[in-house]
């Protein structure tokens, strides 16, 4: 027989060796990645079953700080809210152990409120009490503490750096697609102009990595070159995905030819609609150079006006046209603007991530400014003067961030 020393430390021994069971059970568990829900059962079956803790209450912090969720409850009738605001936690003391008289619910004398730490940050709550009246002498909530911090805390942290895992994977993943996005919008950007009898060059730069500017420059059947901007409302794989669909209309609308270029901006406006239902809308540019007569007819609905300057230094803005694409279902009315086109003249059409960025005081780039730098084009190509303008850009706006997707796409009739 043995002696009551002897077996208070036997039971010693064996509450020890079970809590160390119970945190290498758990731990097994984390790694094999069971549900949450199996995972809370094993917890609370470790506390109440085995340690007395009747009581268990849960709360843990989501990885963004806004909304902490319920985890665990049990042995309580209270309803507890499956979720509550960080701003309710806020109002505790999540500094030290306390009463749980504050979290409301069925709480009784003995419920205490124990915090939980991650690098000095209070990433979880757990209530912890007994509803037994029998004296058992010291409360097994103070008698298993340090025991119920540690294994909540290698629970809920091991909740976290799964989330962390999930968030990590998913972010590359959107990475990865929206990489593999700018990479097929800027395929579909012209790369080369050899098939035109024109001076042409072309320059973009997203504001992300897919952003929803686009130009064009080709030759029809019949001759005539048609020269296109359009900027999407908005940003992101929306805009994009809308972009490379108009673009491929743009694209068989006019080498059809037709119908005039009113009709065929009517029949845009049509297909911008049905495939955007009213969500968003297009600023577009399209003008038709007649190398025959020389002139140059165009439509600007709702764009940045291009800048058109004659080979005498002449400049004019080309704003006769509609509203933008896609704003209405049917186009209030429009204005057809033509213009001669004498040898040597240039256009440059841009998009508002170029006129609008801003600097440090809060100034435009401004039409003004791009006028003053490509009226000096005589005796440079193009992708010379696009280089000037860019590096005018980059200097103007020194520290602040780009406004906006950045295009220009500039041509010089011969």
């Given at each position: ?18 809590k160390?069971?119970?945190l ?5 568990a984390?790694q ?6 199996d ?5 609370v ?71 939980i ?37 290698i ?15 998913k ?42 500017d ?16 359009a ?13 490379s669909?108009?673009q ?16 065929t ?7 911008v ?6 969500e ?78 801003e ?6 780039f ?8 490509l009226s ?39």
């Amino acid at each position: 027989m043995t002696n009551p020393k002897e077996r208070r430390l036997k039971q010693k021994l064996e509450l020890r060796d079970f809590k160390l069971d119970a945190l290498l059970k758990v731990t097994q568990a984390i790694q094999a990645q069971p549900s949450e829900e199996d995972l809370m059962a094993r917890y609370v079956d470790a506390l109440k079953v085995n340690l007395g803790i009747d009581r268990l209450v849960l709360y843990a912090a989501d990885l963004e700080g806004d909304t902490w969720q319920l985890l665990v409850a049990a042995g309580t009738e209270a309803p507890w809210p499956p979720s509550q605001p960080a701003s309710f936690f806020e109002g505790l003391d999540l500094d030290t152990i306390g009463l749980a008289g504050a979290l409301g619910g069925d709480q009784h004398p003995s419920d205490v409120v124990v915090p939980i730490h991650q690098n000095d940050e209070a990433i979880a709550l757990v209530l912890a009490g007994d509803t037994t009246d029998d004296d058992r002498g010291v409360s097994p909530v103070v008698k298993h503490l340090n025991f119920l911090v540690t294994l909540t805390n290698i629970l809920v942290v091991a909740r976290r750096n799964t989330q962390m895992v999930a968030r990590s994977l998913k972010q590359e993943a959107l990475r990865r697609e929206l990489q593999l996005a700018g990479e097929m919008q800027a395929m579909l950007l012209p790369q080369t102009w050899n098939h035109l009898d024109l001076d042409v060059a072309g320059y973009y730069k997203p504001h992300t990595q897919v952003g929803g500017d686009y130009y064009d420059a080709f030759t029809t059947d019949s001759g005539k070159v048609v020269v296109c901007m359009a900027d999407v409302s908005g940003k992101g794989m929306s805009a994009a995905l809308l972009m490379s669909n108009f673009q491929a209309h743009v694209r068989a609308l006019f080498q059809a030819e037709h119908a005039t270029l009113s009709a065929t901006l009517h029949t845009l406006n049509d297909r911008v609609m049905q495939i955007a239902q009213g969500e968003k809308y297009i600023t577009f540019f399209a003008a038709v150079f007649d190398p025959v007569k020389r002139t140059l007819e165009y439509v600007n609905c709702g764009h940045n006006p291009p800048l058109f300057v004659d080979a005498s230094g002449r400049d004019t803005l080309l704003e006769d046209g509609c509203v933008g694409l896609g704003m209405f279902r049917d186009i209030p009315s429009m204005n057809v603007g033509t213009i001669s086109v004498p040898v040597g003249s240039v256009l440059c059409c841009y998009t508002d991530g170029l006129v609008e960025q801003e600097n440090d005081l809060e100034v435009p780039f401004g039409t003004d400014r791009l006028l003053g730098l490509l009226s000096h084009h005589q005796g440079q190509t193009l992708e010379a003067v696009h280089r000037t303008i860019v590096a005018a850009l980059d200097a103007f706006r020194g520290e602040e961030p780009p406004l906006d997707d950045t295009a220009m796409l500039s041509c010089r009739f011969s």
